[in-house]
Each structure stands twice: as C-alpha cells, then as structure tokens.
C-alpha cells in the first residue's frame, strides 16, 4: 500500500522558512505525479505547489517566488522549501500522490494518496 508521511511542520515568525518532507513508501515505480495542498479550518483543502514525473513544476499565485516543491533523485521523497513566510500561509499541508506522469494540476481529484498533514504556523 502507498503510504504518505509528511514533516518538517512547525511554527515560526513572518519571514522565516521551513521545509516540509513527504516520504513515500510503497510505491513500486518512480512515475508519479505529486503536490502539496494545505487547508484552514472551514475551507476548502486549496492547492499549494504540484510537480510531474519529468518534474515541470505548478504552483498557486499566493506562493510563486517564496515556495518551491523539489524531489530527490530516488523520488522516495517530496520537498517543500518555504521562504518569506507570511500569517496567511499558516494552515495544514498535505503531500499527495497520483500514480504515472500527469499535468501537476493542483487539484484535489487528481491525487490518488495523501498523507495526515503537518501543521505550519507563522506568527509573532
């Protein structure tokens, strides 16, 4: 069974940075597509950044310039980087995975797995 576990989640000041990991587990060939989706309490699971198997990359307006998703070589890992942090980007991040190669859309019912989210929290 593919498993998804996320980490790296935390809190931090405005301006500061984390990096999220997503490790996969269970899953047979290295065709994937994947993306990073994060949602608040009383809306809707909203995506973040998405990467296809050649790794053309796709993210949402409110990160371009301050978030980039990456894989390592192995892909048995998903990346994250967040720099410039701001309050609003506070909420849980999810990693989730599609089987094969796919456009990265960011959206919801592309994504076959998930993982159970790690809570990022920027404040002062």
């Known amino acids: 069974q593919v498993q998804l576990a996320e980490s790296g989640g935390g809190s931090v000041q405005p301006g500061g940075s984390l990096r999220l990991s997503c490790a996969v587990s269970?899953?047979?060939?290295?065709?994937?597509?994947m993306a990073w989706f994060r949602q608040t309490p009383g809306k809707e699971r909203q995506g973040v950044a998405a990467?296809?198997?050649?790794?053309?990359?796709n993210y949402a307006d409110s990160v371009k310039g301050r978030f980039t998703i990456s894989q390592d070589t192995s892909k048995e890992t998903l990346y994250l980087q967040m720099n410039s942090l701001r309050p609003e980007d506070t909420a849980m991040y999810y990693c989730?995975?599609?089987?094969?190669?796919?456009?990265?859309?960011?959206?919801?019912?592309?994504?076959?797995?998930w993982g159970q989210g790690t809570q990022v929290t920027v404040s002062s």
């Open positions: 989730g995975l599609k089987r094969g190669s796919c456009f990265p859309r960011l959206t919801l019912s592309q994504y076959n797995y």
């Open positions: 269970g899953y047979t060939t290295s065709r994937m597509c």
């Open positions: 990467i296809a198997n050649d790794g053309f990359t």
